[in-house]
């Protein structure tokens, strides 16, 4: 058997490493390992960012495009035929011990692994709307203009957020529609200059500075709240309200993060922490699912070839 299937008590052996967090880097770092022979434990609590994706058109392999959900549930099922169990529970907290080995305290029982691997990627900020998934689900609210700036190729798109953080996503949008407002919240550290407000008079964005009170829904069709009462109605609406890195097991243990919570790791997704990785969107790079995937072949072999120089010195 490749993998356990219950956390190892304090009489067995160490399991070789223990994956936090179920999502695309997680489940493809799993398979690998698993695929290496590995003994492998994953846990994730849920909430994986693919699960909002309607349906994405840019992942490698799918002409069609594939749901998210989709994409994760044939991943676990890839997980499963090599032996593999995605534990449903949250990883309390993270330390290595004296020997090197990693101890978790979970709700599903104590893991001790000779390797970490944290894919406990991002969560997105999002407007207070009472049906957000089912907009998000329609394409009326989307997140990532990397991901689905195709999708809305001449339509009326609002980007709402601080402002130089919308002005950014709204310019990269630019080459898809020319039909751009950007709306703001209360941000004064984030206040735009006149070279700012230059670039979107030329690209024709038009800049709302009065402050967004609310975003309700009616039908197909979204409206924004401004402070003054006015509503403005959009197509589409991308939100860049920012995000919560879930970096915080890595920084309790001393790995180094950026200004922005970001894990820092080498070429090998390792972070300063010895026997401790790094993969997808909790490391500060494009936050993409094949991006996340490549993140995951990386760490994984690294683990196997570490794993394997430690046992042959200590013969």
């Known amino acids: 058997m490749n993998a356990r299937h219950d956390p190892p008590g304090d009489s067995e052996p160490p399991l070789d490493c223990l994956i936090i967090g179920g999502g695309p880097a997680g489940l493809t770092s799993a398979v ?35 749901p998210g959900h989709e994409l994760l549930e044939r991943l676990r099922q890839q997980v499963h035929r090599y032996g593999g169990q995605v534990l449903r529970g949250n990883v309390h907290t993270l330390h290595r011990r004296e020997s090197g080995d990693f101890e978790a305290h979970t709700s599903v029982g104590d ?18 709307l009472p049906n957000l998934f089912e907009l998000i689900r329609k394409g009326h609210v989307r997140l990532c203009p990397v991901c689905d700036g195709y999708e809305v190729i001449g339509k009326n798109v609002h980007v ?14 630019r080459s898809f529609t020319s039909q751009l407002t950007i709306l703001t919240v209360p941000s004064p550290e984030q206040s735009l200059t ?23 829904a009616e039908g197909e069709t979204l409206y924004a709240v401004l402070a003054d009462g006015r509503e403005l109605a959009m197509d589409v609406l991308y939100p860049a309200l920012g995000s919560e890195v879930r970096s915080q097991l890595a920084a309790a243990l ?30 500060n790079e494009l936050n993409q699912i094949c991006v996340a995937t490549g993140h995951a072949a990386i760490a994984a072999t690294d683990i196997y070839n570490t794993l394997r120089q430690e046992e042959r010195r200590s013969l």
Request: charged share 30%; aromatic share 6%.
């Open 32 to 66: 690998y390992l698993l695929r290496y022979r590995l003994k492998v434990a994953i846990v994730d609590r849920g909430g994986s960012r693919a699960i909002l994706i309607p349906r994405s058109h840019n992942y490698p392999g799918f002409p069609d495009g594939v």
């Open 111 to 128: 893991i001790v692994a000779r390797k970490v691997l944290l894919a406990t990627g991002i969560e997105d900020e999002q407007p207070a």
């Open 160 to 173: 709402l957020g601080p402002p130089k953080r919308a002005a950014a996503k709204a310019l990269f949008l």
């Open 194 to 216: 006149r070279e700012d407000l230059d670039k979107l008079s030329l690209a024709g964005i038009e800049y709302i500075p009065e402050p967004v009170n609310d975003v309700r």
């Open 254 to 283: 001393g790995a180094e993060c950026n200004e922005l919570g970001y894990v820092k790791t080498d070429d090998h997704q390792r972070t300063k922490v010895p026997g401790l990785y790094a993969a997808g969107d909790v490391v």
